[in-house]
T-cell receptor, first 114, second 115 residues
Framework: EAGVVQSPRYKIIEKKQPVAFWCNPISGHNTLYWYLQNLGQGPELLIRYENEEAVDDSQLPKDRFSAERLKGVDSTLKIQPAELGDSAVYLC????????????FGPGTRLTVL | AQTVTQSQPEMSVQEAETVTLSCTYDTSESNYYLFWYKQPPSRQMILVIRQEAYKQQNATENRFSVNFQKAAKSFSLKISDSQLGDTAMYFCAFMRDSGTYKYIFGTGTRLKVLA
């Protein structure tokens, strides 16, 4: 069974440029999460989707960040414009349903903003 | 607000020996869930072990076990017979039993297993 797929694995951009990250969850997983992981820190939830509905986006900085999961499968997270402080690893995770059980994580996208 | 503290930024252990990673948390709730996740250098996090707070029995998964002390709000991970493949960042995480399904992660402990 394929795991959570993310692309690109690495991205380097200049500040004020836009950037997008893509995630394909494990087949059949209805719930998808985007996390931000700063260097030396644990991941922090940005947004949680149940199918195509964003059910928790309270931690998403909506002035520059946006996300979509149009068909309830894969998802895109966008930053426009990027700032120096956005340099981090962006992790995607999925689970069968919103539950207290395991979330399956992708390898992440490491973003560097110059 | 809930917080999770991992006070050991780095640890090392000799192969085949036992090591214990510490985690404490702060919450006013009586039921919740605790997790240990492993993040190897490739960065893909995987679940190591999970504990429900209402269960008194400590969870065990092969070489991995926890010491869950609810009153002390402590949730340590013991790795027995350490292997080189155990080298990774280990994150302790807390989840409320409230329907938010949101992990609160600690800052992690970097474990290095020495040959």
């Amino acid at each position: 069974e394929a795991g959570v797929v993310q692309s690109p694995r690495y991205k380097i951009i200049e500040k004020k440029q836009p950037v997008a990250f893509w995630c394909n969850p494990i087949s059949g997983h209805n719930t998808l999460y985007w996390y931000l992981q700063n260097l030396g820190q644990g991941p922090e939830l940005l947004i949680r989707y149940e199918n195509e509905e964003a059910v928790d986006d309270s931690q998403l900085p909506k002035d520059r960040f946006s996300a979509e999961r149009l068909k309830g499968v894969d998802s895109t997270l966008k930053i426009q414009p990027a700032e120096l402080g956005d340099s981090a690893v962006y992790l995607c995770a999925s689970s069968l349903a919103s539950s207290y059980n395991e979330q399956f994580f992708g390898p992440g996208t490491r973003l560097t903003v110059l | 607000a809930q917080t999770v503290t991992q006070s050991q930024p780095e640890m090392s252990v000799q192969e085949a020996e036992t090591v214990t990673l510490s985690c404490t948390y702060d919450t006013s709730e009586s039921n919740y869930y605790l997790f240990w996740y492993k993040q190897p250098p490739s960065r893909q996090m995987i679940l190591v072990i999970r504990q429900e707070a209402y269960k008194q029995q400590n969870a065990t998964e092969n070489r991995f076990s926890v010491n869950f002390q609810k009153a002390a709000k402590s949730f340590s991970l013991k790795i027995s017979d350490s292997q080189l493949g155990d080298t990774a960042m280990y994150f302790c995480a807390f989840m409320r039993d409230s329907g938010t399904y949101k992990y609160i992660f600690g800052t992690g402990t970097r474990l290095k297993v020495l040959a």
